[in-house]
């Protein structure tokens, strides 16, 4: 079955770029996401890459693309206090007519002031 | 333009009791899925509705059953509830298979 994995947490410095890591194993995912949640709260879309893509930019997010490696980054440029959440990475799955989304354990940003 | 919306925002229930969630998606959106959040845990899937059938269902018991209604909101029923069936219970909107939008979820704990 699919299996999306991230590392549990990321420290970084207020204005230091921030980068999350993913990787899954569906190789015919259609489209992979990153989510945002903050303590007590649901999951923000973020951004998505449709799988034929290797990047796509959006303000300060920057999404990376490995599909061979079925690897997927997000880098945060400029990262705020603000930013501190658990990103979760989803991939859609690739079956004909699926819409499930299969989610890591996301990865913690703290960011230090 | 309201997002996707649930109720309640929390609930305690005993373990053997049956709880009712419930889920408006956002406008415009005909699709309905249902998402378990364990504690430290990603958001695992249970089911989507749409068209007011369950069309796709992930690992979970016939415990948890769902419902569609005409204007696409949406509920979710668990039975016989089980400590471990307490989490965060997320609801996603879409239009079919397109970007799911989050609501911000029912905190279920069963004692």
């Known amino acids: 079955g699919e299996d999306v994995e991230q590392s549990l947490f990321l420290s970084v410095r207020e204005g230091d770029s921030s980068v999350i890591n993913c990787t899954y194993t569906d190789s015919s995912s259609t489209y992979l996401y990153w989510y945002k949640q903050e303590p007590g709260a649901g999951l923000q879309l973020l951004t998505y890459?449709?799988?034929?893509?290797d990047m796509k930019q959006d303000q300060r997010l920057t999404v990376l693309l490995n599909k061979k490696d079925k690897h997927l980054s997000l880098r945060i440029a400029d990262t705020q206090t603000g930013d501190s959440a658990i990103y979760f990475c989803?991939?859609?799955?690739?079956?004909?007519?699926?819409?499930?989304?299969?989610f890591g354990t996301g990865t913690r940003l703290t960011v230090i002031p | 333009d309201a997002g996707v919306t649930q109720s309640p925002t929390h609930l305690i229930k005993t373990r053997g009791q049956q709880v009712t969630l419930r889920c408006s998606p956002k406008s415009g959106h005909d699709t309905v899925s249902w998402y378990q959040q364990a504690l430290g845990q990603g958001p695992q899937f249970i089911f989507q509705?749409?068209?007011?059938?369950?069309?796709q269902r992930g690992n979970f018991p016939d415990r948890f059953s769902g419902h569609q209604f005409p204007n696409y909101s949406s509920e979710l029923n668990v039975n016989a509830l089980l400590l471990g069936d307490s989490a965060l219970y997320l609801c996603?909107?879409?239009?079919?298979?397109?970007?799911?939008?989050f609501g911000p979820g029912t905190r279920l704990l069963v004692l």
């Open positions: 989803a991939e859609k799955e690739g079956q004909t007519g699926a819409n499930n989304l299969f």
């Open positions: 996603a909107s879409s239009r079919w298979s397109s970007t799911q939008y």
């Open positions: 509705y749409y068209e007011e059938e369950e069309r």
């Open positions: 890459i449709f799988s034929n893509m």
